[in-house]
């Protein structure tokens, strides 16, 4: 029994370092990283860069795509930076810093399959006129933002009426997101399967 328990907190180590050493290579040697032939095929096939899949980074459910993505300026942003980390496409990322010292690199959608959990909050929101309320993954309930919509809205309201209106939008942390096509990329084919 003692060495079954040795052996899974051994096998839970080696796991680790070989994550670390991935993301150690794909941090310093970017040349590493070489998509996997179905993404390569995608890619021939004429998909647009802006219609590149983000996957919520815990559970992999699909979210939203990048021609979702809209950029709402605020001018509470401690920075403001562009980013290509969707398919090439050039992104603003905004950093926010909340009332208890946590900071959220954010990227700011027109619309998301999120969970919205009303009533919205009035105090301490990132973007004058708007209140916010959290957004959670529908499938793994892990927070990956907040939904905004105009202070002058009642505190609670239909998703459609979020959805459709043009005044709401959300904004979502950077690393709770995960491009589909890198993703996909870390998986390897084993050599038996190829022809």
């Given at each position: 029994?003692?060495?079954?328990?040795?052996?899974?907190?051994?096998?839970?180590?080696?796991?680790?370092?070989?994550?670390?050493?991935?993301?150690?290579?794909?941090?310093?040697?970017?040349?590493?990283?070489?998509?996997?032939?179905?993404?390569?095929?995608?890619?021939?096939?004429?998909?647009?860069?802006?219609?590149?899949?983000?996957l919520c980074r815990a559970c992999g459910h699909e979210l939203a795509v990048?021609t979702d993505i809209n950029f709402v300026p605020s001018r509470l942003a401690?920075?403001?930076?562009?980013?290509?980390?969707?398919?090439?496409?050039?992104?603003?990322?905004?950093?926010?810093?909340?009332?208890?010292?946590?900071?959220?690199?954010?990227?700011?959608?027109?619309?998301?399959?999120?969970?919205?959990?009303?009533?919205?909050n009035k105090h301490f929101s990132w973007f004058p006129g708007f209140s916010?309320?959290?957004?959670?993954?529908?499938?793994?309930?892990?927070?990956?933002?907040?939904?905004?919509?105009?202070?002058?809205?009642?505190?609670?309201?239909?998703?459609?009426?979020?959805?459709?209106?043009?005044?709401?939008?959300?904004?979502?942390?950077?690393?709770?997101?995960?491009?589909?096509?890198?993703?996909?990329?870390?998986?390897?084919?084993?050599?038996?399967?190829?022809?």
């Open positions: 029994m003692v060495h079954k328990r040795s052996l899974r907190l051994l096998v839970k180590q080696l796991e680790r370092l070989i994550m670390q050493y991935i993301s150690f290579a794909l941090l310093f040697h970017p040349a590493a990283y070489q998509p996997g032939e179905a993404c390569a095929a995608v890619a021939e096939g004429g998909t647009s860069s802006a219609a590149t899949l983000l990048g401690l920075s403001s930076r562009n980013d290509t980390s969707i398919g090439g496409r050039r992104i603003n990322v905004q950093l926010f810093e909340n009332p208890h010292g946590h900071q959220f690199e954010v990227i700011t959608f027109r619309k998301a399959n999120v969970t919205q959990h009303w009533p919205a916010w309320t959290a957004a959670t993954c529908p499938r793994c309930k892990t927070h990956l933002g907040w939904a905004f919509q105009p202070t002058d809205w009642p505190d609670t309201i239909t998703e459609n009426r979020f959805e459709e209106s043009e005044h709401t939008f959300l904004a979502l942390i950077t690393q709770r997101l995960l491009r589909e096509d890198f993703a996909s990329s870390l998986l390897v084919t084993p050599q038996s399967f190829k022809s």
